[in-house]
């Protein structure tokens, strides 16, 4: 249940995954550089729903967690869920210190949430090496609230043994875009930073390298899906002016275009129903 797949060759997302879950709750001695000492900045809850601790740092990634704990993101997300949804189990949002190309990961086994220090400083170097596209702290931490909130999909899909068509990543992807166009501007614009950032990787990325069997969607088209439900979600009015240029005929066609509105109402309906028996009375 990973997130981004990243720039360069990639290993298929279930092998990686297989080989998470089988590393993810123990650190061995050769494991321990790579896992680091713990941090005791929040215990996880002893009834359901989520909490947030962060990891000291190895090789690095001070400057990552210190950008995560002053903007509060995984907490922000962590109380927007637990405000919102009853979770029976705990879920633990971790930051880390991952082995090489770690990227974001939803543990089942473990019931955590990992987002590693090293995705978050690839992510602002990307941005900050890209020209004339706005503030890359801005754009990273929208990347991060968007990559939480996929993950989060994942945990409640688990948890709550959600029922979903498909490919669960795409479902993920989906409930991503669920939560932050609920959240107004602010996560419109982190949406958009996802989107962008998709754009990134694909851009970097050989043709040769992409696996068919990846049960990720290929990251064109995750930004693509991501503009069509800007787009959709936006009031008419808005969509010939502020919203007009998402519609470019590369990343966004016109007759996509003309059927975003239909596809955000039925993310928005799909994902009310399934959450309608789990909402919380908070």
Known sequence: MLHHAGAGPR???????????????????????????????????????????????????EDERAF?????????????????????????IVGRSCEKDGIPEYDPEAGRITLCYGFIGEVR??????????????????????????EAGHALIDKLALPFTGHEEDVADQFAAY???????TGRAALLAAADNYDQYAREADPSDVDPSDEHAPDAVRSASYRCY???????????????????????????AGLCEEEYVSLRRGWQRLLAPHMSDR
């Open 11 to 61: 290993t298929p997302a279930r092998a990686r995954r297989a080989r998470a879950l089988v590393t993810a709750g123990v650190c061995t001695a050769a494991l321990a550089v790579a896992c680091g000492p713990r941090s005791q900045a929040a215990a996880p809850p002893t009834g359901g729903g989520l909490s947030v601790s962060y990891e000291a740092p190895s090789r690095g990634g």
């Open 68 to 92: 995560l704990r002053g903007r509060r993101l995984p907490e922000q997300v962590a109380a927007d869920l637990n405000r919102t949804v009853r979770l029976p189990q705990p879920v633990r």
């Open 125 to 150: 170097s990307m941005f900050a090496a890209e020209r004339g596209g706005g503030d890359p702290d801005e754009r990273t931490a929208g990347v991060v609230t968007e990559t939480l909130y996929h």
């Open 179 to 185: 939560r932050l166009l609920s959240r107004g501007e």
């Open 230 to 256: 800007l787009y959709g979600s936006a009031p008419r009015q808005k969509r010939g002016k502020e919203y007009r240029s998402l519609v470019d005929g590369k990343r966004l066609s016109k007759e996509r």
